[in-house]
């Protein structure tokens, strides 16, 4: 042991003779997360190294410490701008309400999303809500669907790279995360897609899809324009396989609320 992390550890052993009772219940539940059994690995990445990773995945532990509910967008922004740099990198979170980039990695802006949903399929992304559609002229015309899909390529212009924290098992089972980026040359396919509104459809604006396929006619995702009260993108379907998978964490869910 080194003789920096043995002051570390004495430091820390001083300051609990000053918690309080609770104060020590709650460290001793976290102490105790820490000891389970999990598995934490990279699959494929440029951005996620040993010192990421494991501070990331514990920070999900810690997370559950508190919470059976999956890791939500803000604690997925706020943990990855602190390991970032505890890690030796620079990183900042962008200001709140910035309609574009939600990190900045070295340099390089991120969009970040999550999915927890309950029917998420493991080689199906689907993102609820890529971005508002609130502005720009949308009714029932067909022609409409072609100036919101140039927003989306706008709104993708003020950011480089694009990330997904998916929660892809939970309680009762093992939670399992898994971090996907999704390339912004495979969106930009969208170029080419298939634009059709749902002239059909009770709402208004008429809702509408974008579907970009590859040469042999299989679909990769969807741009569905949701005409709903929010106004929304969602891009739906799209084929895990054209992504690529940074890393993965996976432990299982301890009820740490009967140890307090």
């Known amino acids: 042991m080194s003789n920096d992390r043995s002051r570390q550890i004495q430091l820390l052993v001083e300051r609990l003779y000053g918690l309080t009772n609770s104060q020590i219940n709650w460290v001793e539940a976290i102490v105790s997360q820490f000891t389970i059994v999990h598995s934490y690995e990279i699959i494929d990445s440029n951005l996620f190294d040993s010192c990421m990773l494991d501070s990331f995945g514990d920070a999900l532990l810690i997370h559950h410490c508190m919470s059976k509910e999956s890791f939500s967008k803000d604690k997925f922004e706020y943990v990855l701008e602190r390991v970032a ?47 508002e559609l609130g502005q720009g002229q949308w009714g029932d015309v067909p022609e409409d669907l072609m100036r919101l899909r140039d927003q989306f390529f706008r709104h993708m212009s003020s950011y480089e790279r694009i990330l997904s924290l998916r929660t ?45 396929r590859d040469e042999l006619g299989e679909e990769k995702f969807q ?16 084929l895990k396989k054209y992504c690529c998978v940074h890393a993965r964490w996976q432990f299982p869910p301890i009820d740490l609320y009967a140890q307090l």
């Open 85 to 131: 740099n505890f890690c030796g990198n620079n990183s900042q979170i962008a200001s709140r309400g910035n309609p574009g980039h939600d990190i900045t990695i070295n340099g390089e802006r991120f969009s970040l999303k999550t999915q927890a949903d309950k029917s998420i399929k493991e080689n199906e992304i689907h993102i609820s809500k890529f971005m």
């Open 223 to 238: 741009l569905y324009f949701d005409g709903g009260s929010e106004r929304k993108l969602q891009v739906k379907r799209l």
């Open 168 to 212: 892809l098992s939970k309680s009762p089972n093992d939670w399992i995360y898994e971090l996907v980026e999704i390339p912004k040359a495979l969106l930009l396919e969208a170029t080419a897609g298939e634009l059709r509104m749902m002239t059909s459809s009770q709402q208004f604006p008429k809702p509408g899809y974008c579907y970009v």
